[in-house]
T-cell receptor
Framework: AQRVTQPEKLLSVFKGAPVELKCNYSYSGSPELFWYVQYSRQRLQLLLRHISRESIKGFTADLNKGETSFHLKKPFAQEEDSAMYYCALKPSGGYNKLIFGAGTRLAVHP | ETGVTQSPTHLIKTRGQQVTLRCSSQSGHNTVSWYQQALGQGPQFIFQYYREEENGRGNFPPRFSGLQFPNYSSELNVNALELDDSALYLC????????????FGPGTRLTVL
């Protein structure tokens, strides 16, 4: 079965603390993995994808095929990072279907 | 460049009715995908349209249907509405290359009473 699991509904940290948002997936092939973010009163938008191996807004994510994980990390959280974060998987194949996790709300306190 | 737009913003229907939701894709994008997001859940893939044809479908019954027009805008139709159809419906468009980023609209909030 193709599934994305985000075990934490809410992650609450203080400004300057490290952040790790967990994502585990179940897929037998070679998927593409993404993190999407939704800030308050804004639409869902792409944060980063594993293929590009970029660091966006200080966030990084490494695909671990052995552990089937794609955790999102940031060494020092900022208040503006407070948002809903969704991990998503795109199965290999011809069309752009995304399988999303349930999301984790990150709250960064001053 | 105009982003993805959706209409209406909110909609209230009763069980058994039919509903049509609309989406205008971002300029230059020829692929449109629809997602259903129930409260507290992540978006769930309904189907995708490419060049006016459905070319991928998630685990949704046939009463969920769609259309894509020559200008790449799209409609999602849901017949025989059920209470569980209450959700946020998201439209996403992407450019011609496979695997490209999907750009999401603001969504239509459907409430079925």
């Amino acid at each position: 079965a193709q599934r994305v699991t985000q075990p934490e509904k809410l992650l609450s940290v203080f400004k300057g603390a490290p952040v790790e948002l967990k994502c585990n997936y179940s897929y037998s092939g070679s998927p593409e993995l993404f993190w999407y973010v939704q800030y308050s009163r804004q639409r869902l938008q792409l944060l980063l994808r594993h293929i590009s191996r970029e660091s966006i807004k200080g966030f990084t994510a490494d695909l671990n095929k052995g552990e089937t994980s794609f955790h999102l990390k940031k060494p020092f959280a900022q208040e503006e990072d407070s948002a809903m974060y969704y991990c998503a998987l795109k199965p290999s194949g011809g069309y752009n279907k995304l399988i999303f996790g349930a999301g984790t709300r990150l709250a960064v306190h001053p | 460049e105009t982003g993805v737009t959706q209409s209406p913003t909110h909609l209230i229907k009763t069980r058994g009715q039919q509903v049509t939701l609309r989406c205008s894709s971002q300029s230059g994008h020829n692929t449109v995908s629809w997602y259903q997001q129930a409260l507290g859940q992540g978006p769930q893939f309904i189907f995708q349209y490419y060049r006016e044809e459905e070319n991928g479908r998630g685990n949704f019954p046939p009463r969920f249907s769609g259309l894509q027009f020559p200008n790449y805008s799209s409609e999602l139709n849901v017949n025989a509405l059920e209470l569980d159809d209450s959700a946020l419906y998201l439209c996403a468009s992407s450019p011609p290359s496979a695997g490209e980023e999907q750009f999401f609209g603001p969504g239509t909030r459907l409430t079925v009473l």
